[in-house]
């Protein structure tokens, strides 16, 4: 092969890899293409997603009123009126007031029996 | 299709029974959370949302109604849980049934577990079908006999009764557990059993119910550095000493109970390696393992996944042997499927008897099968519309791009709310339960 022919062909190569490089950045994953919609959408959405938030907020499922923290967000509400910006996480809203005993919903067993028992 | 086609391994899955209200308006209390087979197949049970159990119990043959062979009526119902609030935590304990478990078998009666987030109880359901009359102190209503009336002595005769089935709690396993239970499973030595929650594994003895045993405690000193849960655990049916548990990170720990008395450093350890270049938002959350199921052999286990269910060889720790996907299809729907957080739906899955195929839940109540020898595989779904009886389910199939055939159904039509996390396999026949919401269907196979 000459050596004109070479060049030729090396350039030939060399372009297809660029060109099979731009067509890979084009043809993203699925995946990755779901992670830009969620990023569009929530901005500020942290990039460690599996990790404590989201975790402490499954240990905390039922937890449902009164803490300190609640208690000091209800005081620092009523002072500021202002609600807190709706954040990516869906985390309650909690805080809006101090419950008490008597404002929990009292729970009581089904007094019905399962309909598959029918 | 796995059906249909002729050969040794293919099913032809049929309509058996539905159990359930037809209404649309569901509530809450009625939607069903665990179902479980027993050891012989004979009996099946529920848990529903509102703590309610349901116990259905196998016709035999009988040639007076052959129609009815094999078909499962209700055999006994209680309330197993309550709902509660712990005043001291802030914390609303639901009455949910999270699992129930059977122990073997062991004499007349029967004996299950079952378990909400935070108690552990032991039922046992007997049948009393003979009644002592004859008493000499009390007359047939219970009225006390004057004792100077009675002249003469008689011993007290056992006559048949109307069958009753009364369940009643031997043992309640409180107060173990700081975080939600997931998982309970019964050891083979038919003693001891396990229960997890989302940071703790504890052990038990049945017989034992003011003490039990730490045996796995992944919480760490500073809980900002919490980085996975745990989410399923499992004894091994023939080892005692062995059990799994999974996390929110895709791995699986086996422990050898032997080694050590907490078991917080495993023997084995489960990880698919990841590529790297793959990684996204969602990677994590969809790897975590909603189940851990061990073969009825010992010698392999299944996780299941977001999207697949995977077969692992417990002498392979680096990849699993087998991996199927359920809906690979939502891949691409991830995003939505995070924002109505459908992407932390915890899918079942379970084995068939011989462990040749294996079974699990997508959503529009289409259940998935697996045939691990042919590799088949099939999309069936629970719907009344399909339920005649002895009538042949036909396979589903799902459209994922492009033109849509007759009968297939597109991906963005797929109905999210109909949730199929909880499906069962009898032990030995091809007969299985199937919750959808708050409807329980089971299917045979025409083969059967």
Sequence with gaps: MSNETEIANQAMEEATTEEQQEMQDKVVSPEKAEEAKLKARYPHLGTKP??????????????????????NMAKAKMKNKQLPSATAEKTEITGDHIPTPQDLPQRKPSLVASKLAV | AMAGVGGGN?????????????????????????????????LLATGDKGGRVVIFQREQESKNRPLSRGEYNVYSTFQSHEPEFDYLKSLEIEEKINKIRWLPQQNAAHFLLSTNDKTIKLWK???????????????????????????????????????????????????????????????????????????????????????????????????EELTEVITAAECHPHQCNVFVYSSSKGTIRLCDMRAAALCDRHSKFFEEPEDPSSRSFFSEIISSISDVKFSHSGRYMMTRDYLSVKVWDLNMENRPVETYQVHEYLRSKLCSLYENDCIFDKFECCWNGS???????????????????????????????????????????????????????????????????????????????????????????KIN
């Design chain 2, 355 to 445: 462990d040749s195929a294996i079974m699990t839940g997508s959503y529009n109540n289409f259940f998935r099968m697996f045939d691990r020898n042919t590799r088949r595989d099939i999309t069936l779904e629970a719907s009344r519309e399909n339920s005649k009886p002895r009538a042949m389910l036909k396979p589903r199939k799902v459209c994922t791009g492009g033109k849509r055939k007759k009968d297939e159904i597109s991906v963005d039509s797929l109905d999210f709310n109909k949730k199929i996390l909880h499906t069962a396999w009898h032990p030995k026949e091809n007969v299985i339960a199937v919750a959808a919401t708050n409807n329980l269907y089971i299917f045979q196979d």
């Design chain 1, 50 to 71: 599996g990790g404590s938030d989201l975790l402490r907020k499954r240990l905390q499922k039922g937890q449902k009123y009164f803490d300190s923290g609640d208690y």
């Design chain 2, 125 to 223: 359901i007997s049948e009393r079908d003979k009644r002592a009359e004859g008493y000499n102190l009390k007359d047939e209503d219970g009225r006390l006999r004057d004792p100077f009336r009675i002249t003469t002595l008689r011993v007290p005769v056992l006559m048949p009764m109307d069958l009753m089935v009364e369940a009643s709690p031997r043992r309640i396993f409180a107060n173990a557990h700081t975080y939600h239970i997931n998982s309970i499973s019964v050891n083979s030595d038919h003693e001891t059993y396990l229960s997890a929650d989302d940071l703790r594994i504890n052990l038990w003895h049945l017989e034992i119910t003011d003490r039990s045993f730490n045996i796995v405690d992944i919480k760490p000193a500073n809980m």
């Design chain 2, 10 to 42: 293919d099913f032809q899955w049929c309509f058996s029974q539905v159990k359930g209200a037809i209404d649309e308006d569901v509530a809450e209390a009625d939607i069903i959370s665990t179902v479980e087979f027993n050891y012989s197949g004979e």
